[in-house]
């Protein structure tokens, strides 16, 4: 699974948002899990879910403060 792309998340609501983080956490829980029994054979997702949540949270909250 690629990165997720900038016009994707800012085309986003706030609740689909809040979804993809949550899914993304999930994901990087399982992927931690997998590392650890060594099992993950693609070991760049892990980073690849991590910088998504934060690109995420980071739009999320330049949304917030651009409505105020």
Known sequence: MAPMKVEDIRAMSDDQREDAVLNLKKERFN?????????????????????????????AAQTRAKKK
């Open 31 to 59: 992927l931690r899990f997998q590392r650890a029994t060594g099992q993950l054979e693609n070991t760049s997702r892990l980073r690849e879910a991590r910088r998504d949540i934060a690109r995420i949270k980071t739009i």
